[in-house]
């Protein structure tokens, strides 16, 4: 079942999400050489207690962690440690979130540590956030769960390859309800299985975690044996993207971005609702 919300319960998740949204300004500006995840993790921590929210990661599924931090060729679910020192070249995902008075807020983003990066990876964290916001812009009511996935795919398979060959979409994770709940129904692929049907309707109420993690190589990953560690299976290095969206009467509004979404669905010729907090 897919959880309807009301302009009231997006309110909340909207508190969430910019609690979400202040941990990522907080992380981003501490990853720098010489950083060990545990301190991004530390840093996260200190901007939920002074907002008085709970990380939705902590203890979620036994994690031990407030934040996920993937560096490199992990794609998802790294678990922060003082093993881990970030160095200059460095790319790493920031997954976060944040529960407010009972309602979820999670989002991600790829971080550029120092200097000097591969175009290459540049143009994968580009590609990757791109394709986000071609799903984001596929939230309009009537269109149904698989639009989105298309449009997040579509976006991926038309990106030249510096090299040549194609990105890789990871397979085996994805977007999903949130809610009261931080994964919900549905399951959002980011490429179209015809397996899978069309999925529900998008309707006012319908929020979606919209999550695309792309790789420069293989599509698929494995876990490490620390159960939560997730890397791609040729080692190659990866790009983790995701907004929390909520579709209300007025259009989409990105929950867990600073302006809700506003300036760059407006590059994309939407409308952003409005922000119910402002």
């Not at 990876?121 to 996935?149: H, P, Q």
């Not at 009261?180 to 397996?195: I, K, S």
Request: glycine residues 12%; proline residues 6%.
């Amino acid at each position: 079942m897919v959880q309807i919300k009301t302009p009231e319960q997006i309110a909340k998740m909207r508190e969430a999400g910019l609690v979400v949204a202040a941990v990522h300004a907080a992380t981003r500006e501490a990853a720098v050489p010489g950083a060990t995840t545990r301190d991004l993790d530390q840093v996260a921590r200190k901007v939920l207690d002074e907002h008085g929210a709970k990380s939705n990661f902590l203890g979620y599924g036994g994690f031990p962690a407030t934040i996920c931090t993937s560096a490199n060729e992990v794609v998802v679910h790294g678990i922060p440690s003082d093993d881990v020192v970030l160095k200059d070249g460095d790319i790493i995902s920031i997954d976060a979130g944040a529960i407010v008075d009972g309602w979820h807020g999670d989002a991600a983003f790829t971080a550029f540590v120092g200097s000097g990066h591969a175009p290459e990876l540049v143009e994968l964290s580009r590609v990757t956030e791109e394709s986000m916001w071609a799903g984001i812009a596929a939230m309009k009511a009537g269109n149904r769960l698989v639009d989105v996935s298309r449009a997040i795919e579509t976006y991926i398979r038309r990106q030249p390859k510096p090299g040549g060959g194609k990105y890789g979409i990871v397979e085996d994770y994805g977007g999903h309800g949130i809610g009261t709940e931080m994964h919900m129904d549905p399951h959002l692929l980011n490429y179209v299985e015809r397996r899978r049907g069309k999925g529900p309707k998008l309707v006012p109420g319908f929020c979606l975690a919209i999550e695309p993690m792309v790789s420069l190589g293989t599509p698929r990953t494995e876990v490490l044996a620390d159960d939560w560690t997730v890397i791609t299976t040729d080692g190659s290095w990866s790009s983790h993207w995701e907004h929390s969206v909520a579709l209300t009467e007025e259009g989409p509004l990105v929950l867990t971005a600073p302006d809700g979404g506003r300036a760059k669905l407006a590059e994309l010729g939407i409308t952003a609702a409005p922000d119910p907090l402002a």
